[in-house]
Structures are given as structure tokens and as C-alpha cells.
Nanobody, 116 residues
Framework: QVQLVESGGGLVQAGGSLRLSCASS????????IGWYRQAPGKQRELVAI???????NNSASVKGRFTISRDNAKNTVYLQMNSLKFEDTAVYYC??????????WGQGTQVTVSS
């Protein structure tokens, strides 16, 4: 069982920056994927960015060039640096991980609110 705890959300003006952190109770280098999803009010949860065990990264087209995912294996933590934030980035951001045998884990979510 892996527990994921997000932090770093908050209120920011458009054009500003935030950095989200996801601390894992398990060793993240052993996970197949770990990353971020988000869900805005009235919308489906969507992929933001994920990083695979081999270090390859997949970003949503809507955040390319603005958001950067990274990981620190020693701290078992994944980060999402969010720059040039837009009003439409407002959502609850969830940390998500996939392990072997189909196991999936979600964090409790952290609210990001961008004021226009």
C-alpha cells in the first residue's frame, strides 16, 4: 500500500507560479508511473503530467511549456512546478501512482485557484 500526500496548493494570480509536492510512503523509483491529474468543477479528471520509471515524461498539451514535473527519488517526492498560471488551471490537483499488478493510488488532492 502506497500513501500519497500532496501539498503546495493555494490561491495565486494569473501569471503567477506554484509548486506542488507529492510525498510518497513508498519508494517512487519502484513505481511504474507517478504524476499529476486535475479536476475542475463540472469537468472530468484529466492528466496533467506523469513521469515513468525510466524517467520519460508525458505532459498534457494544455500545460506544455508552463508546467514541469520532476522527482527526487531520495525524498520519494514528485513535484509539479507550475508557471504562467491561467484561470483555467484552477482545479483540484491529485497525485497518482501506478505500481505492478494494476495497483493504483491517489492522494487526497490539493486545491489550486488562479484568480484572473
Amino acid at each position: 500500500q502506497v500513501q500519497l500526500v500532496e501539498s503546495g496548493g493555494g490561491l495565486v494570480q494569473a501569471g503567477g507560479s506554484l509548486r506542488l509536492s507529492c510525498a510518497s510512503s513508498g519508494m517512487i523509483f519502484s513505481l511504474n508511473f507517478i504524476g499529476w491529474y486535475r479536476q475542475a468543477p463540472g469537468k472530468q479528471r484529466e492528466l496533467v503530467a506523469i513521469i515513468a520509471r525510466d524517467g520519460s515524461i508525458n505532459n498534457s498539451a494544455s500545460v506544455k511549456g508552463r508546467f514541469t514535473i520532476s522527482r527526487d527519488n531520495a525524498k520519494n517526492t514528485v513535484y509539479l512546478q507550475m508557471n504562467s498560471l491561467k484561470f483555467e488551471d484552477t482545479a483540484v490537483y491529485y497525485c497518482h501512482a501506478k505500481a505492478d499488478f494494476g495497483a493504483e493510488y491517489w492522494g487526497q488532492g490539493t486545491q489550486v485557484t488562479v484568480s484572473s
